[in-house]
């Protein structure tokens, strides 16, 4: 998952369930029993009798640091794949596989694993998606502990790709150990397994292994568990993730740099000249400024300003910026941020006015925002505020397209009962303020499918930063969620 934005729901007050979920429960809630032929005691059983195992399992994935940015070792992210197609075979796939496509500029794509088992007679077939590939670790000095050494503290477990997105991986794989254990010859589901290799790259050849690998891939229902629970002990399915538009600003000024003092003060120098066009990009309240954008501020949930400020980590009297309900900030309308600025570092800096600087900007798109039409829209606003007279030059650079789920499909419905049943209080259907491009993907290449965002991560989870860490109780809960989601699809069809 591209970083994700806080969550909120309509909570049951259930301070003491939530107490106990967010434990590693030890002695877990008594069983909903028979679930039409299927027994979810049984399956709640298999799940906790294993879960040791899992977590061993875990630790092993996240010791291998593989992340597939062109600037990183590939040795690593080749052996995430092999681990993860091992683990694959352990639970029972004979059809595993390790697939890639090329990247435009011929390189190699990341290492996919994908293992199929085809459904049954007239049952349907599942696609359970994750990604082995993780974030850089970043800032050694950040981390309380290494980085690529999972350590369990407090009912969490630390370490990169612990959250973001090895426990995706093993939710899948445990779900379905458990499942193959409780139903053994009633299984006939379809299950196939898809755990990218790139996903942290921006899933550079995804449309490509898509049309390759079509008819493999196919399915009913899509399970991508790439984000986050509403908060630990309140379990959430992702309904709406916003789109993404980057692309750098640069502005020119002078043909070269020249002397400030000779000849500062007629002329603004182009940092400053930037910056004064960066600020145009929001208005007096930190609205987002750059006109034919969509956004709606009617979502049906709200998160509190002392949630928010905890979560985002927002320092003391720093005021929050734009207007409507925080949820809708988040989630339904637009968020521009400046993520890189190219200008002399201040240990470097001389008495010269500088010619040209330049700035990468991010756009978060509100769910249903075209990409081309927002590129645009800030191509027309950069270009329209030039100001002083600087020359100005954008250059468009990635697009995402944003999700809004069919909540009324019978997979989010019976996705939404799992969730309620495993955590023992009722789901939250949330938005998410990132993104997760390769959906629109998905949807474009199966327009037929039911897609489901799940996740295993919680607001502290702190995926992509220092610190990043997993809620075991909560993972538990996930895996024993996928469980009998999966059993009830087996049983019940998607129609
Ligand atoms: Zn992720």
Redesign the pocket.
Known sequence: ??ATGGAVGVIPDTGSVLAMTSLRAENPQPAAGRVGSFDAEALRRAVTESFEATIGQLKELVAIPGIAWPSFDPAPLNQGAEAVAELVRASGFDDVQILRCDKEDGTPGGPAVVARRPAAEGRPTVLLY??HD??PAGDLALWETEPFTAVEREGRLYGRGAA??KA?ILAHVAAYSALTRVLGDELGLGVTFFFEGE??AGSPTFRSFLQAHRELLRADVIVVA?SSNWKVGVPALTTSLRGLVDGTIEVRVLDHAVHSGMFGGPVLDAPTLLSRLIATLHDAEGNVAVQGLVGRDDVGVDLTEEEYRADASVLDGVRLAGTGTIASRLWTKPALSIIGFDAPAVDVASNTLLPTARAKFSLRLAPGQDPADAMEAVRNHVEGNAPFGAQVVFTPGESGNSFLADTGSKAARLAMWALGEAWGVPAVEMGIGGS?PFIADLAEMYPAVQILVTGVEDPDSR?HSANESLHLGDFRNAILAEALLLARLNEEGVA
Do not use: T
């Open positions: 998952m591209v994750a990604h993780v974030q973001d997105d995706g996903e942290e790439d997760i995926a």
